[in-house]
Protein backbone atom coordinates (compact mmCIF):
# COMPACT_ATOMS: atom_id res chain seq x y z
CA UNK A 1 0.00 0.00 0.00
CA UNK A 2 2.86 2.20 0.83
CA UNK A 3 4.93 1.99 -2.84
CA UNK A 4 1.22 3.08 -3.99
CA UNK A 5 0.73 5.97 -2.00
CA UNK A 6 4.30 7.35 -2.88
CA UNK A 7 3.62 7.03 -6.45
CA UNK A 8 0.19 8.59 -6.14
CA UNK A 9 1.96 11.50 -4.03
CA UNK A 10 4.45 12.05 -6.85
CA UNK A 11 2.58 12.07 -9.70
CA UNK A 12 0.16 14.57 -7.86
CA UNK A 13 3.55 17.07 -7.90
CA UNK A 14 4.55 16.56 -11.15
CA UNK A 15 1.12 17.34 -12.39
CA UNK A 16 0.86 20.60 -10.02
CA UNK A 17 4.59 21.50 -12.05
CA UNK A 18 3.34 20.80 -15.63
CA UNK A 19 0.51 22.68 -15.06
CA UNK A 20 2.10 26.00 -13.29
CA UNK A 21 4.60 25.42 -16.04
CA UNK A 22 1.91 25.65 -18.53
CA UNK A 23 -0.19 28.14 -17.18
CA UNK A 24 2.43 30.37 -17.17
CA UNK A 25 3.17 30.27 -20.56
CA UNK A 26 -0.18 30.92 -21.40
CA UNK A 27 -0.23 33.82 -19.39
CA UNK A 28 3.19 35.36 -21.24
CA UNK A 29 1.56 34.75 -24.46
CA UNK A 30 -1.45 36.54 -23.57
CA UNK A 31 0.23 39.47 -22.41
CA UNK A 32 2.49 39.25 -25.40
CA UNK A 33 -0.59 39.14 -27.95
CA UNK A 34 -2.60 42.24 -25.49
CA UNK A 35 0.46 44.56 -26.50
CA UNK A 36 0.93 44.28 -30.08
CA UNK A 37 2.06 47.44 -31.15
CA UNK A 38 2.82 48.81 -34.79
CA UNK A 39 7.10 48.30 -35.58
CA UNK A 40 7.19 44.88 -33.73
CA UNK A 41 8.62 42.10 -35.63
CA UNK A 42 6.65 39.12 -35.18
CA UNK A 43 6.23 35.30 -36.16
CA UNK A 44 2.68 34.03 -37.31
CA UNK A 45 1.48 30.73 -35.46
CA UNK A 46 1.86 29.38 -39.30
CA UNK A 47 5.72 30.46 -39.63
CA UNK A 48 4.87 33.73 -41.42
CA UNK A 49 7.67 36.65 -40.20
CA UNK A 50 6.33 39.97 -40.19
CA UNK A 51 6.28 43.34 -38.73
CA UNK A 52 3.15 44.46 -37.51
CA UNK A 53 1.63 48.26 -39.43
CA UNK A 54 -1.55 47.83 -37.73
CA UNK A 55 -3.91 46.53 -34.68
CA UNK A 56 -7.30 47.22 -34.87
CA UNK A 57 -9.12 45.50 -32.21
CA UNK A 58 -8.55 41.87 -33.13
CA UNK A 59 -7.01 42.38 -35.92
CA UNK A 60 -3.42 42.91 -36.76
CA UNK A 61 -2.15 43.48 -40.05
CA UNK A 62 1.39 42.41 -40.90
CA UNK A 63 3.87 43.68 -43.79
CA UNK A 64 5.66 40.30 -44.90
CA UNK A 65 7.41 41.72 -47.43
CA UNK A 66 7.87 45.61 -48.70
CA UNK A 67 4.35 46.86 -49.76
CA UNK A 68 2.64 43.78 -48.87
CA UNK A 69 0.52 42.80 -46.28
CA UNK A 70 -1.90 40.15 -44.73
CA UNK A 71 -4.12 40.47 -42.01
CA UNK A 72 -4.32 38.21 -39.01
CA UNK A 73 -6.03 37.38 -36.07
CA UNK A 74 -4.10 38.75 -32.91
CA UNK A 75 -4.30 34.68 -31.31
CA UNK A 76 -2.42 34.10 -34.54
CA UNK A 77 0.65 35.64 -33.83
CA UNK A 78 2.68 33.93 -31.77
CA UNK A 79 5.74 35.23 -30.28
CA UNK A 80 7.90 38.08 -30.91
CA UNK A 81 10.86 37.27 -33.78
CA UNK A 82 14.43 37.78 -32.49
CA UNK A 83 16.85 37.43 -35.32
CA UNK A 84 19.56 35.22 -34.31
CA UNK A 85 22.63 36.93 -33.48
CA UNK A 86 26.41 35.02 -34.45
CA UNK A 87 28.99 35.52 -31.44
CA UNK A 88 32.04 36.32 -32.88
CA UNK A 89 34.22 33.87 -30.14
CA UNK A 90 31.88 31.07 -31.24
CA UNK A 91 32.15 30.86 -35.00
CA UNK A 92 35.65 30.07 -35.30
CA UNK A 93 37.94 30.14 -38.57
CA UNK A 94 38.32 26.49 -40.12
CA UNK A 95 41.52 26.20 -42.05
CA UNK A 96 41.95 23.16 -44.67
CA UNK A 97 45.16 21.42 -44.94
CA UNK A 98 47.56 21.72 -47.37
CA UNK A 99 47.04 18.30 -48.87
CA UNK A 100 43.29 18.77 -48.49
CA UNK A 101 42.75 19.76 -52.31
CA UNK A 102 40.44 18.19 -54.58
CA UNK A 103 41.94 17.22 -58.07
CA UNK A 104 39.09 17.24 -60.87
CA UNK A 105 41.60 15.90 -63.50
CA UNK A 106 41.49 11.93 -64.37
CA UNK A 107 44.75 9.66 -63.01
CA UNK A 108 46.09 7.25 -65.89
CA UNK A 109 43.52 5.11 -63.73
CA UNK A 110 40.25 7.09 -64.66
CA UNK A 111 37.90 9.35 -62.31
CA UNK A 112 39.30 9.47 -58.66
CA UNK A 113 35.22 8.83 -57.81
CA UNK A 114 34.49 4.81 -59.16
CA UNK A 115 31.61 4.59 -61.09
CA UNK A 116 31.11 8.53 -61.74
CA UNK A 117 31.92 8.57 -65.44
CA UNK A 118 31.63 4.86 -66.09
CA UNK A 119 30.73 3.91 -69.79
CA UNK A 120 28.94 0.98 -70.45
Excluded at 28 to 33: L, P, V, W, Y
Excluded at 52 to 72: F, K, M, Q, R, Y
Aim: proline share 8%.
Amino acid sequence: MEPLLILFVVLIVFMFFSSRKARKQQQEKATFQSELAPGQEVLTASGLLGTVTGVDGDIVTLEHAPGSTTTWLRAAIARPYEPPVEDDEDVEDVEEPEDATVSTENDEDGPSTPGLLDKP
